[in-house]
């Protein structure tokens, strides 16, 4: 393959993740399924493609859906062991910033309300909000009708707004205040300083570290602030499953503020939070080792803040 058609793949393989990712929730998996195009590229006969970002999207999309439908992909997920990977702020794996619903559509809020949308709905969704494709173009990426891809894209949005109305917006400035605050309060020990931070109707997920085979789940005031609590204290089996006492720095994970646990200059935990009326309105703890791997990555290249805490 010549350097001309080389160039042309590589000037489109952030925008190919992006849309990967987006897809499956996964970096890795983006990773891949990206890759995959370039080979499919490398081999097809480019003179007979018209218009290649077309073509490439095209088969990047239908990898992923691939990916999507197959049989493991539907237990793994299924399972309820899975929640998205979380990127560093600046990842150009985030890609497209522009726009409120770009930004939107990168959040771990909305890439695991997206798993309870059908494969097709979820790229609808993904090409008309992320990258602002026509429902023309969007027909002929998934080799649907121009209708049926106006039918999807409702109602993707109809669920996503739900769950906006749940959370709200967040000014960032405002969003990294009740972050603090939190941190502060888990450190004083007095759950009824954790549950006047939460809403109402705020929900925690974790992945258990990866060492539970089902996501784990709380509701209600109360069990999120037990749930907190417990989560940040400090015992010696956590020390050695971390290899130390971690420091806690805020930053800024898929749009969203994010507390990350840092032994020494590897990341060991996030828990990202979703900020809604000036209070936690949703809670996401990740720390499975092979789901923060590009976070690591990322890290090691980032320049962050004082750490806001020390374990306690």
């Not at 707004?161 to 969003?175: Q, S």
Request: with cysteine; glycine share 6%; charged share 25%.
């Amino acid at each position: 393959m010549d350097s001309a058609a080389v160039d042309r793949f590589e000037a489109s393989r952030n925008r190919l993740a992006s849309l990967a990712y987006r897809l499956l929730g996964s970096a890795a998996d983006a990773e891949d399924a990206v890759q995959d195009t370039f080979l499919r590229w490398q081999a097809t006969d480019r003179e007979r493609i018209e218009v290649p970002e077309a073509w490439l999207t095209k088969v990047v999309t239908n990898l992923c859906l691939d990916r999507l439908r197959s049989a493991q992909a539907r237990h793994e997920r299924a399972a309820g062991a899975w929640l998205p990977e979380p990127l560093l702020e600046g990842d150009p794996m985030l890609g497209p910033a522009d726009t409120f619903e770009q930004r939107e559509s990168v959040s771990l809020a909305v890439l695991t309300l997206l798993e309870r949308l059908s494969p097709v709905e979820r790229a609808v969704y993904v090409l008309r909000e992320a990258f602002s494709y026509s429902h023309a173009e969007i027909a002929g990426l998934l080799d649907i009708i121009e209708s049926a891809s106006q039918q999807h894209v409702h109602r993707a949005r109809t669920r996503v707004a739900a769950e906006r109305r749940r959370g709200g917006r967040a000014d960032p400035a405002a969003a990294r205040r009740v972050v603090e605050e939190f941190l502060a309060a888990a450190a004083s020990g007095r759950t009824e300083r954790l549950v006047a931070l939460l809403t109402d109707d705020v929900t925690a997920v974790s992945d258990g570290a990866g060492l539970s085979s089902r996501l784990l789940r709380y509701r209600t005031r109360e069990r999120v602030a037990s749930y907190v609590r417990i989560g940040f204290r400090m015992t010696p089996a956590k020390r050695r499953l971390a290899g130390g006492s971690p420091a806690f720095h805020i930053a800024v994970v898929n749009g969203s503020p994010a507390v990350l646990a840092v032994v020494g200059s590897r990341v060991v935990g996030a828990v990202a939070f979703g900020i809604g009326d000036g209070k936690v309105a949703a809670l996401y703890g990740i720390a499975a080792t092979e789901r923060l791997t590009r976070l690591n990555d990322a890290w090691r290249q980032y320049a962050p803040d004082a750490p806001v805490a020390h374990s306690w």
